[in-house]
């Protein structure tokens, strides 16, 4: 396409509507009037944070689940239920949403409070002050705006704790005791059932929080979801026989991962879309599946610790370099030279050994553990990787290392 042509290309674009009525009915961001297969999880949680509307402090809650499950989703839809009718009723209640995987907000303890502040309409500068002062400005700002009860959520709570520590979760509970007028209450969703074995028991014991599992959804289930949001999201007719099915199966084989499945089939949509094609087919799922997977290995990359990157990076190189399998021994000899440039201390090749087979967990290469006799067990690594998402892993690698 020439430069001339743009301007007639974008024209047609939004003139045309193949595929699409409203495609954000398909994103993670959207908030469906109803949520399908949650009725158990959403009535225990109203009946556990109900008591906020009678202005009474509503027990501390963490939301469990795969990623996927409908936890966010839950929450959010049941805290808006619940800010209406405070709004319809003059009822003084208030909840504050925190995603903590975001980095500016789950740095830092400081942080954490800054970023509740700002969700109270004041500011105040994400570092440079005392911690203590953050939290008198935050005192003050609670007692001006007359709330009486606080529910503060907070998705991926894990995240928190593990780049801020719990010291932050133990003065959240401990406000109440401080501010006898307000009560508030903590809502923490996570991916990881175990994160709470970790914390000190005195901020444990502080919590005293009940505990919901959301179930990952079966294939039947997803179907049903897909069903509602395809309809809201595509012109009636543009979904093939088999499409919704395929879809539902492909993330039931992930975990029953509903984000998932909404995601693959947004995708599915976009590649016909992008074709001129009218109708989104079985193999536009495959090609999308395909599309997700390699978006998803490249995110996995730039989030491994750094020797992990390490270690990647001169399994890249080598299977580049060799064409064949590969042993562990090989992998570490080029770890160590890596490890001079990027001024990290190396670790055992044992070490080496065990983030090789994590890598293998990962999908990135296939690491088959073998005997060599008398000198023990080495790991023979190859990868099904194609060569463009190599050039791309080791482009994010050099990067991330300073290389």
Same mark, same amino acid.
């Given at each position: 396409?020439?430069?001339?042509?743009?301007?007639? !290309?974008?024209?047609k674009?939004?003139?045309?509507?193949?595929?699409?009525?409203?495609?954000?009915?398909?994103?993670?961001?959207?908030? $469906?009037?109803?949520?399908?297969?949650?009725?158990?999880q959403?009535?225990?949680?109203?009946?556990?944070?109900?008591?906020?509307?009678?202005?009474e402090?509503?027990?501390?809650?963490?939301? !469990?689940?795969?990623?996927?499950?409908?936890?966010?989703? #839950?929450?959010?839809?049941?805290?808006?239920?619940?800010? @209406?009718?405070?709004?319809?009723?003059?009822?003084?209640m208030?909840?504050?949403?925190?995603?903590?995987?975001?980095?500016?907000?789950?740095? #830092?303890?400081?942080?954490?409070?800054?970023? =509740?502040i700002?969700?109270?309409?004041?500011?105040? $500068?994400?570092?440079?002050?005392? #911690?203590?002062?953050?939290?008198?400005?935050?005192?003050?700002?609670?007692?001006?705006?007359?709330?009486? +009860?606080?529910?503060? %959520?907070?998705?991926?709570?894990?995240?928190?704790?593990?780049?801020?520590?719990?010291?932050?979760?133990?003065?959240?509970?401990? *406000?109440?005791?401080?501010? $006898? @007028?307000?009560?508030?209450? %903590?809502?923490?969703?996570?991916?990881?059932?175990?994160? +709470?074995d970790?914390? /000190?028991?005195?901020?444990?014991?502080?919590?005293?929080?009940?505990? =919901?599992?959301?179930?990952?959804? @079966?294939a039947?289930?997803?179907?049903? *979801?897909?069903?509602?949001?395809?309809?809201?999201?595509?012109? /009636?007719?543009?979904?093939?026989?088999g499409?919704?099915?395929?879809?539902?199966? !492909?993330?039931?084989?992930?975990?029953?991962?509903?984000?998932?499945?909404?995601?693959?089939?947004?995708?599915?949509?976009?590649?016909?879309?992008?074709?001129?094609?009218?109708?989104?087919?079985?193999?536009?799922?495959?090609?999308?599946?395909?599309? *997700?997977?390699?978006?998803?290995?490249?995110?996995?990359?730039?989030?491994?610790?750094?020797?992990?990157?390490?270690?990647? %990076?001169?399994?890249?190189h080598?299977?580049?370099?060799?064409?064949?399998?590969?042993?562990?021994?090989?992998?570490?000899?080029?770890?160590?030279?890596?490890? +001079?440039?990027?001024?990290?201390?190396? %670790?055992?090749?044992?070490?080496?050994?065990?983030? *090789?087979?994590?890598?293998?967990?990962?999908?990135?290469?296939?690491?088959?553990?073998?005997?060599?006799?008398? !000198?023990?067990? #080495?790991?023979e690594?190859?990868?099904?990787?194609?060569?463009?998402?190599?050039?791309?892993?080791?482009?994010?690698?050099?990067?991330?290392? @300073?290389?």
């Open positions: 396409m020439n430069q001339k042509g743009l301007t007639g !290309y974008f024209e674009f939004i003139d045309e509507n193949l595929i699409f009525k409203n495609k954000k009915s398909l994103q993670t961001t959207y908030t $469906p009037e109803s949520i399908l297969h949650r009725d158990h959403i009535n225990e949680v109203a009946s556990i944070l109900a008591p906020a509307l009678k202005e402090k509503p027990s501390n809650l963490f939301i !469990y689940g795969k990623t996927g499950t409908g936890k966010t989703l #839950t929450i959010k839809h049941i805290t808006q239920n619940m800010f @209406n009718i405070a709004n319809q009723r003059n009822i003084s208030k909840t504050i949403y925190l995603n903590c995987k975001m980095k500016r907000i789950a740095d #830092t303890e400081y942080r954490i409070i800054a970023q =509740i700002k969700e109270l309409g004041e500011e105040v $500068p994400y570092t440079g002050l005392p #911690t203590d002062e953050v939290y008198n400005k935050f005192f003050r700002i609670i007692k001006k705006t007359n709330t009486k +009860t606080m529910i503060i %959520l907070l998705d991926e709570i894990d995240q928190l704790i593990k780049k801020a520590g719990d010291e932050v979760i133990y003065n959240l509970t401990r *406000i109440n005791s401080e501010l $006898p @007028n307000i009560q508030i209450s %903590l809502v923490g969703i996570s991916n990881n059932l175990l994160f +709470t970790n914390m /000190d028991p005195r901020v444990r014991s502080s919590l005293s929080e009940e505990e =919901i599992v959301f179930p990952p959804y @079966n039947l289930q997803l179907q049903d *979801i897909l069903k509602k949001r395809s309809d809201e999201a595509f012109i /009636d007719g543009v979904i093939e026989n499409v919704i099915a395929k879809c539902a199966a !492909y993330s039931a084989r992930e975990h029953g991962d509903a984000r998932r499945a909404l995601e693959l089939l947004r995708v599915a949509g976009e590649l016909a879309e992008r074709a001129g094609i009218s109708k989104v087919r079985i193999d536009h799922i495959d090609r999308a599946e395909e599309k *997700i997977e390699k978006e998803r290995i490249l995110e996995i990359v730039k989030t491994q610790p750094k020797q992990s990157q390490v270690t990647l %990076l001169s399994l890249i080598l299977l580049d370099k060799n064409k064949r399998k590969i042993f562990t021994g090989d992998v570490y000899e080029l770890y160590k030279k890596l490890c +001079t440039k990027t001024d990290l201390r190396p %670790l055992t090749q044992r070490r080496i050994s065990d983030i *090789i087979g994590e890598l293998d967990m990962l999908g990135i290469i296939n690491a088959t553990v073998i005997s060599k006799g008398r !000198y023990g067990r #080495t790991r690594i190859n990868s099904d990787i194609n060569n463009t998402l190599k050039q791309k892993i080791k482009a994010i690698l050099s990067s991330e290392l @300073n290389l």
